[in-house]
C-alpha cells in the first residue's frame, strides 16, 4: 500500500531511475507566477462584485445583484480554477524516483518543498508517454514546421492514488528502460 513518509530520506544504494532539477525550477516559477495571477483574479471578481456599475463609464449606478455576482463569480471562479490547477499539477510533478529493493520512492514538488511517496513496485503501472509538441500557425501551410512548445512527457499511475504521477522527459535523468517496465506495456 503506498504511504507518505514524513522521516528521513532513503537508506543505501538506491537505484535512480529519475531526476529533474532543472525543468523543476521552471515549474515552481510559473506556480508562483499562476498562483499570484489567479489570487489577484479572486480579489478582482470580490472587487467586480461590489462596484460593477459605479464607474461613470458603466452608467454611474450600481447594477443588480445578479449581474454583479455572475461578472464577478466568474472572474474570480477563473482565478480559483487556475490556481487549483496549478496546485494540482505541482503535487503530481515528480522530482526524484528511485528503486531500493521492491520498493519505489516517488518524491513530488509541493508549493513550498517536496513530499516523499513510498510504493512497492507492483501497485504502479498504466503509465502514458505524451508527445507535449504545440505548432504555431505556420504548421497548417508547411508540413516541416517546427514545434513552438517541445515538452514531453510520461504520466504513471500508482494504486490508491486518483492523478497519475508526472514525470517530466526533458530530466536530468530518466532511465526509459526501467520506467518502461514499471508502466508496463502501455508506454510507448
Not at 517536496?114 to 513496485?121: I, N
Given at each position: 500500500?503506498n504511504?507518505?513518509r ?13 531526476e529533474?532539477?532543472?525543468q523543476?525550477?521552471?515549474?515552481r ?14 480579489w ?12 461613470p463609464g ?14 464577478g463569480?466568474a472572474?474570480?471562479?477563473?482565478g ?33 518543498g ?8 507492483s ?8 508527445e507535449?509538441?504545440v ?18 512527457w ?24 526501467a520506467?518502461?517496465?514499471?508502466a508496463?506495456s502501455?508506454?510507448?
Open positions: 500500500m504511504r507518505f514524513d522521516g528521513p530520506a532513503m537508506s543505501a544504494n538506491p537505484k535512480v531511475l529519475f529533474n532539477h532543472w523543476a525550477r521552471k515549474v516559477a510559473v506556480f508562483w507566477f499562476i498562483m499570484l495571477a489567479g489570487l489577484g483574479a479572486v478582482a471578481g470580490w472587487s467586480i462584485f461590489q462596484s460593477y456599475g459605479l464607474s458603466d452608467g454611474g449606478v450600481l447594477r443588480p445583484f445578479w449581474q454583479r455576482l455572475l461578472f463569480g472572474v474570480a471562479g477563473l480559483l480554477a487556475a490556481a487549483y490547477g496549478v496546485w494540482l499539477y505541482v503535487h503530481l510533478y515528480v522530482l526524484h524516483m528511485a528503486r531500493q529493493g521492491k520498493e519505489l520512492h516517488i518524491v513530488s514538488m509541493t508549493a513550498l517536496q513530499r516523499e511517496w513510498t510504493f512497492q513496485e501497485e504502479l503501472g498504466q503509465g502514458a508517454y505524451h507535449g509538441k505548432y504555431g500557425a505556420d504548421a497548417l501551410r508547411h508540413s516541416h514546421a517546427t514545434p513552438r512548445v517541445n515538452a514531453p510520461i504520466t504513471l499511475r500508482a494504486r490508491g492514488q486518483r492523478w497519475p504521477f508526472i514525470l517530466d522527459a526533458q530530466a536530468e535523468t530518466l532511465d526509459m528502460s520506467i518502461r517496465k514499471l508496463g502501455s508506454l510507448d
